[in-house]
């Protein structure tokens, strides 16, 4: 069974940087895609970035781009969101995911398995 469990959230201020982590555990995941989503009150879940396990192709929404990075470590079978230049339409609980094949997938329902979520809240 796959799991997933997000750690790093907080509170910045804006213009500040944050790292997420999501820990993953269950499976070799060389064949999977992982991505980070996020969720604002009131608003519907928004894809964030992805990335191929094996390769570490990226593909990131606009509203992201050029300020946040995904990565992952294959030893450590951990997956990380660097957040830059923060600001506070990025507040909202962000969740990893994975999906058991290889790819660039940017809609939530792709996703196979999920975290638990990490709250992120950036202040003006």
């Known amino acids: 069974q796959v799991q997933l469990v997000e750690s790093g959230g907080g509170l910045v201020q804006a213009g500040g940087s944050l790292t997420l982590s999501c820990a993953a555990s269950g499976r070799t995941f060389d064949t999977y895609a992982m991505g980070w989503f996020r969720r604002a009150p009131g608003k519907e879940r928004e894809f964030v970035a992805t990335?191929?396990?094996?390769?570490?192709?990226?593909y990131y929404a606009d509203s992201v781009k050029g300020r946040f990075t995904i990565a992952r470590d294959g030893a450590k079978n951990t997956l990380y969101l660097q957040m830059n230049s923060l600001r506070p339409e990025d507040t909202a609980v962000y969740s990893c995911?994975?999906?058991?094949?290889?790819?660039?997938?940017?809609?939530?329902?792709?996703?196979?398995?999920w975290g638990q979520g990490t709250q992120v809240t950036v202040s003006s």
């Open positions: 995911a994975a999906r058991y094949t290889i790819g660039l997938y940017n809609q939530g329902d792709e996703y196979h398995y």
């Open positions: 990335i191929t396990w094996r390769g570490g192709i990226t």
